[in-house]
């Protein structure tokens, strides 16, 4: 009896942290059920950490009945980002969103400090724990100025976003617990509380690594997803087949294809979109790009833009209310903020082509992988489901996608 109270109580208040999930309820990424995205190898660990040098940082908050939320952080390097920034840009696809610092990214064409993930409502919040972070840093006694990257999704429909419950603690042990190597994905950090197509979304990360002869190159992505539209995996339509699709009423109701029966309201899911609203496609992404090739802001802004092409072939509608963000940076051609003038290497524009082939792949894969490792979850007075692996299997299996 002492057991079960505990463990009730341990559910009902506090649960600030990174959880992996264990070797018992983990569930596959989409390589390891047989699906090989794109013609390009992925890295080491399929992840964002394999461009060298990047880490990433999580903490998972669930507290009580309606706290679902997190923190992810991406670090470009280890050192002091202010005094060694990175080339990056952001681009946008769509702009209904709230991303803190993008405006001074673009005209400068640098990051000077992690790249942060949260709920809507806690952008603030957040930027204003990372400048603690930045001004308590080694070196930046005599800072007056930081510039923080944070972005967001909606995770309203399961989370009490309005409640803002991410603390300093929650931004300090997301950046200090920044590691490289595999990364922990579905339902944790800023994807606590994310869906994605109607069912539970989340962080998904994949990479590509260029053949030694177009440069050697490797391609990280990482999301954020939180969005809809019709699911569509490595060209399967798995959202139709699973009669679960943004439209799905309306085209039902008119006839589609051969005068199907229209199908019931009530199989629809009901999801967190940034207006608050039911079923929709609305809801947002972020794409954070990292690379070891050596692009400038100008060539970043350009493999941002390719991304969305991977955002596409998921089957995202795009829709208004859908604020769909991507932030690109490099790892090569550190920026020492005391220098007057620089010499740097850039790539070639004849050369960026398998990037922009890596990076669309990248990006598609890491948002399956964000389905398939979310585990379902009920907060806020809901619940969302995770994708069915057993079912997407069969489908896969029927349009001959499982290799």
């Given amino acids: 009896m002492f057991c079960r109270i505990l463990a009730l109580t341990l559910c009902l208040f506090v649960s600030s942290a990174t959880f992996p999930q264990t070797a018992k309820d983990a569930r596959p990424r989409a390589r390891d059920i047989g699906i090989a995205i794109g013609i390009l ?7 964002i950490t394999d461009v ?16 679902r939320t997190g923190v992810t952080a991406i670090l470009p390097h280890n050192g002091n980002l202010f005094k060694e920034k990175v080339p990056g840009a952001v681009f946008i ?52 100025s930081i510039n923080p990257l944070v972005a967001e999704t909606n995770d309203g429909g399961l989370n009490d976003g309005r409640g803002r419950h991410i603390t300093r603690d929650d931004v300090f042990n997301a950046l200090r617990t920044a590691r490289g190597g595999p990364i922990d994905e579905g339902s944790v950090g800023a994807g606590t509380g994310t869906v994605a197509f109607g069912w539970k979304g989340g962080i998904g990360t994949s990479s590509r690594k260029l053949p030694k002869g177009l440069g050697g190159y490797t391609v990280g992505v990482l999301v954020q997803s939180n969005f809809g539209g019709v699911l569509t995996i490595d060209g399967a339509p798995v959202g139709e087949e699973l009669k679960q ?40 992404i972020i794409i954070v790009i990292a690379t070891d090739a050596p692009l400038d802001w100008r060539q970043l802004e350009r493999l941002a833009e390719r991304s969305i092409a991977g955002l596409a072939r998921t089957g995202s509608s795009m829709t208004n209310g859908s604020g769909d963000y ?33 990076v669309i792949e990248a990006a598609e894969e890491a948002i399956i992988n964000s389905l398939f490792r979310a585990t379902g979850m009920t907060g806020n007075g809901r619940t969302i489901e995770s994708l069915p692996i057993d079912k997407v299997t069969e489908i896969l299996r029927k349009y001959g996608k499982i290799r």
């Avoid at 060298?52 to 706290?67: A, D, F, L, P, W």
């Avoid at 943004?246 to 967190?272: C, H, M, Q, W």
């Avoid at 550190?334 to 922009?356: C, E, H, K, Q, Y």
């Fill in 41 to 47: 190898p992925t890295g080491a660990n399929n992840a």
């Fill in 52 to 67: 060298r040098g990047v880490t990433v940082g999580q903490t998972t908050i669930i507290k009580g009945e309606n706290v």
């Fill in 93 to 144: 696809g769509n702009g209904f969103g709230k991303l803190a610092g993008s405006t001074q990214v673009n005209e400068l064409g640098e990051i000077e400090t992690p790249i942060l993930l949260t709920s809507t409502l806690s952008v603030p919040k957040t930027a204003d724990f990372l400048m603690d972070y930045m001004l308590g840093l080694p070196g930046n006694e005599q800072v007056r």
């Fill in 245 to 284: 699709f943004y439209l799905k009423e309306a085209v039902s109701a008119g006839g589609r294809r051969n005068g199907e029966r229209p199908l019931d309201r009530d199989a629809f899911p009901t999801i967190a979109t940034d207006r608050g609203g039911d079923f929709s496609a609305d809801g947002s």
């Fill in 326 to 358: 991507v932030i690109a940076f490099s790892t090569a051609n550190p920026i020492n903020s005391g220098d007057r003038v620089r010499t740097i290497s850039v790539l070639g524009n004849d050369a960026m082509s398998p990037l922009f082939q890596a």
